[in-house]
């Protein structure tokens, strides 16, 4: 299995729910991940932040919240914590260096277009697909941003709401290609 993968969607639309159960399917069928899953937090149904877990052995941190937090930087609505950011690229650069079957990030977003967030480690991430699987999420409104901005060729881009069966028969066909 190789390829870049990319599941779209806008903010709420399930793509990591659609992400968590393709790394879960995967594991099923043997295939070692690893990566970053970032798991919305929600108070009187507004977003009220991010935590990151690790794949896989679900360590967590909170990766941002709405209210103020000292020490923390602000990026539009919500205020993130730089601890965050260095623990999830160490997760990042290890999973990378343990070359598991398939690779995990949740998400691409305006912070990365704007050259922070994961925007450092994209390069390496992207130049594993040449050799194995990487899924990442985008925000519907960036995803031809994205590929363009890293110059990428997608093996398959799929929206949040897509059936499972139907981006894991897609992943799976690059397993027989390989």
């Known amino acids: 299995m190789q390829g870049l ?42 977003r009220s932040g991010f935590d990151l877990e690790f794949i896989p052995d679900g360590k967590t941190v909170t990766l941002c919240e709405s209210a ?14 730089p601890l965050a950011f260095d623990l999830g690229k160490q997760w990042l650069a290890g999973a990378i260096a343990k070359k598991p079957e398939v690779l995990i990030l949740d998400e691409i977003g305006p912070a990365e277009m704007e050259n ?28 031809e941003a994205v590929v363009e901005r890293w110059n990428l060729a997608p093996a398959g881009i799929f929206e949040a709401g897509t059936a499972l069966n139907n981006v894991m028969n897609a992943i799976m066909a690059t397993e027989k290609k390989a």
């Open 5 to 46: 993968f990319i599941i779209t969607g806008e903010q709420g639309s399930g793509k990591t729910s659609l992400l968590k159960a393709l790394s879960t399917s995967l594991a099923k069928r043997g295939k070692t991940c690893g990566g970053i899953l970032a798991h919305g937090k929600w108070e009187d149904n507004q």
């Open 68 to 81: 103020p937090r000292e020490g923390w930087i602000r990026f539009r609505r919500f205020w993130f914590n």
């Open 116 to 143: 922070g967030g994961w925007a450092a480690i994209l390069p390496g991430l992207f130049d594993e697909a040449r050799h194995r699987l990487v899924i990442v999420t985008v925000r519907t409104r960036l995803a």
